[in-house]
């Protein structure tokens, strides 16, 4: 049985949002309506007495992690902070220096001072398009984590596998990238990471189409076994994994159905403050 956790709802609003004025419609559109889709409904909150521990699970407020462009970072962090329960502000890359001659970098501390408390590390887009390596992802991981800010460390395989042998080739990429990622990181630093396995091929930018749950679920109890070799069984129970890609208030249930996904990172959806605003409600109610 799983330690009682909150769900995780991560939101990456990638490039989407890419004015201060749609950075404030948003806003506009969330803020009012935040605290309803985040309290469970009545029947909800009567169902947990009877002691339903998968209830009780879904029903504790979700842990929201709002991923902002850096130039919108200020205004996003002034706009939450009288929001309850808790959102928590995150970045979406940072630099593996803390500080010197490197133009254009956003460095750990920048980000610490800017009041964020995670950044996402080794998306695909970031690999792909800025050519980010296996030993830049493991330089800013351990960035991150040494300057007090948590890290989501995205793994995942470009081609949905459609026989055994890409299935392995799949098992053999998640395995490699999550082990390059967590070189020299230390067991104690582990509870500061949320590792995400996104299947390239699911990312809204590429197909549009999901995974199921059930092989987000199986990916994920693999994740949790390479876990347990890296460090241990305690810490591949304990360890925070969720599901991305193509994740949207129509399917995000299905996800948090399966007791090894412990929350859900969608992009696209999460740049739409309707659709995001249902997500949490689905996560919230379990439906
Ligand atoms: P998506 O993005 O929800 O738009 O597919 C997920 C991600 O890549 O972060």
């Known amino acids: 049985m799983h330690a009682l956790k909150s769900k995780i709802i ?26 309803k889709a985040v309290t469970p409904s ?24 709002l991923c902002i462009p850096f130039p919108f970072l200020d205004e996003a962090r002034q706009a939450i902070q009288n929001l309850k329960p808790t959102l928590l502000l995150g ?3 940072v630099f593996w220096e803390p500080g010197g001659p490197y133009t254009g970098a956003v460095t750990p501390p ?26 830049v992802i493991a330089k800013k991981v351990r960035a991150a984590l040494d300057a007090g800010i948590g890290v989501i460390l995205c793994v995942g395989e470009s081609a949905r596998a459609a026989d055994d042998d890409q299935m392995r ?65 305690s810490v591949a129970k304990t360890a925070r994994v969720i599901y991305g890609g193509s994740v949207s208030s129509q399917n995000v249930a299905g996800f948090l159905r399966e007791e090894t996904i412990d929350g859900v990172l969608p992009g696209h959806a999460s ?3 309707r659709e995001f605003l249902w997500i949490i409600r689905a996560v919230v109610e379990g439906r």
Request: aromatic letters at 8%.
């Open 10 to 35: 991560i939101a990456n609003w990638k490039a989407y949002v890419t004015t201060r004025k749609a950075l404030r419609a948003y806003f506009g559109a969330f803020a009012g309506r935040y605290q």
């Open 42 to 65: 009545s029947a909800l909150v009567r169902s947990t007495r009877q002691k339903d521990q998968a209830v009780h699970r879904r029903n504790s407020a979700p842990d929201i992690v």
């Open 271 to 273: 740049a739409n403050p």
């Open 110 to 135: 920048m980000l610490k001072d800017a009041g964020v408390s995670y950044v996402i590390v080794g998306h695909s887009e970031r690999r792909k398009h800025f050519s980010e390596t296996d030993d």
């Open 169 to 233: 080739e799949n098992l053999d990429t998640v395995r490699m990238q999550l082990g390059r990622a967590l070189e020299g990181v230390k067991k104690s630093h582990i509870k500061n990471i949320i590792v995400v396995y996104e299947p390239v091929w699911a990312i809204s930018g590429f197909s549009g189409v999901a995974d199921t749950p059930e092989n987000a679920a199986r990916m994920i109890l693999y994740i949790r076994r390479i876990l347990a070799k890296l460090y241990d069984a």
């Open 91 to 93: 970045a979406q890359d």
